[in-house]
């Protein structure tokens, strides 16, 4: 037997009514992501993502220094600018990274910090992304692979890194020791 469906007018309008709330509610959603811009004396905090760095600001002098990984120090968004044209380094060698997206992706450096978090990820340190792991590692800067290697070694002593078939790989390719720091 065949069904057959008829399609009313209360149940046309009720539909068309209802796509209109949807489209409406969309449009609004889409208002409030709205990012403010960036003013040039916004501060923005800016993290080491290695140890040892400093900065010298050629337009105000200023001095900045970041003495250990996770150290921050806030700097202005024009100082940020000025750093960002005279010394790209700081931030596509992954030694800094500025704490607002907005920074981020003015400087089109959103795929590199993804890189760091990506490796950053304890869970990703899987037997089945072990190549994709290494092969992220060895393209990384070199002042950052020193970080990467106490994360892992820090995931391996924490207990969160304990399949033997992931520390050997990374030990082989990394040149490193984990073994012994396996409890």
Excluded: Q
Excluded at 63 to 74: A, F, I
Excluded at 96 to 121: A, C, H, Q, S
């Amino acid at each position: 037997m065949a069904k057959t469906t008829t399609d009313s007018a209360e149940d046309i309008v009720d539909i068309k009514a209802t796509e209109e709330m949807n489209e409406k509610t969309t449009k609004t959603a889409k208002k409030s992501i709205k990012v403010e811009p960036l003013e040039d004396s916004d501060e923005i905090e800016v993290v080491s993502l290695v140890s040892n760095v400093s900065y010298k600001d050629s337009k105000t002098l200023d001095m900045y220094e970041w003495h250990e990984v996770g150290h921050t120090e806030p700097m202005t968004f024009e100082t940020l600018k000025n750093m960002w044209r005279n010394n790209k380094g700081y931030f596509k060698n992954l030694w800094l990274k500025p704490m607002d997206d907005r920074v981020i992706n003015k400087f089109g450096l959103t795929k590199t910090f993804e890189k760091y978090e990506y490796l950053m990820d304890g869970s990703n340190y899987t037997k089945s992304n072990i190549e994709a792991i290494c092969d992220a590692i060895k393209t990384t800067p070199n002042g950052l692979k020193f970080a990467i290697c106490n994360k892992i070694k820090n995931l391996v002593i924490n207990g969160e890194l304990a399949d033997i078939f992931v520390i050997r790989e990374l030990e082989k390719r990394l040149d490193i020791d984990l073994i012994d720091f396996l409890k």
